[in-house]
């Protein structure tokens, strides 16, 4: 397996512009975390999906951020409109047991202008 | 609210020696805690698991311990090498949910 696929690595925007970040979890696990790093704040835990549906979004900043799982093997997370503060990396982890070890893939680094 | 705490200053350690790293939490009660090292540019990558009834794991050269009276876990790395220089951060989990410490930064110094 390829391990968790992330796209796009680098995005750079400006600001009120939508950004879409994607995740291709590893096939057969059945969690899906989104993560946001900076340096201020460390590794964030954003939402999760357990089995395609959203267990816990308390971590999303605010009604600007958005989360899908339209299937087991894609994810998105939707920023609209982005804001220079959104600027970070962005990780989506996947995972095979209930809080087990977490697969991440390589981030999302987002700058928005 | 749940607070992780790792140490915050890069930690320096001379090649061979044993690295020790600290985590520390207050206001929760995990069922197990994680390590996981990263490098630049990269996502973590899982290192070990150590459950809440779980006093030590071993894995090469790598050392966990758990104290959940004190609330905390220390992470030693024996016969440090420079190639083990790096971030390494501590995961807390209870039930399904997984949240992170900051991280400390290790430099082994050849």
């Known amino acids: 397996d390829a391990g968790v696929i992330q796209s796009p690595r680098h995005e750079v925007t400006e600001m009120g512009q939508e950004v879409t970040l994607r995740c291709k979890p590893i096939s057969g696990h059945d969690y899906l975390f989104w993560y946001r790093q900076t340096m201020m704040r460390g590794l964030e835990l954003l939402i999760y999906f357990n089995n395609n549906v959203p267990i816990d979004d308390s971590g999303m900043p605010e009604d600007r951020f958005s989360a899908k799982m339209p299937n087991a093997s894609f994810s998105t997370l939707k920023i609209q409109p982005s804001e220079p503060r959104d600027s970070a990396v962005y990780f989506c982890?996947?995972?095979?047991?209930?809080?087990?070890?977490?697969?991440f893939g390589e981030g999302s680094r987002l700058t928005v202008l | 609210s749940q607070k992780i705490e790792q140490n915050s200053e890069a930690l320096n350690i001379q090649e061979g020696k044993t690295a020790t790293l600290t985590c520390n939490y207050t206001?929760?009660?995990?069922?197990?805690l994680q390590w996981y090292r990263q490098d630049p540019g990269r996502g973590p990558v899982f290192l070990l698991l150590i459950r809440e009834n779980e006093k030590e794991k071993r894995k090469e050269r790598l050392k966990v311990t758990f104290d959940t009276t004190l609330k905390q876990s220390l992470f030693h790395i024996t016969a440090s090498q420079p190639a083990d220089s790096a971030t390494y951060l501590c995961?807390?989990?209870?039930?399904?949910?997984?949240?992170f410490g900051k991280g400390t930064r290790l430099h082994i110094l050849p």
């Open positions: 206001n929760y009660s995990p069922a197990y």
């Open positions: 982890a996947s995972s095979l047991a209930r809080t087990g070890e977490l697969f």
């Open positions: 995961a807390l989990a209870r039930d399904d949910k997984i949240i």
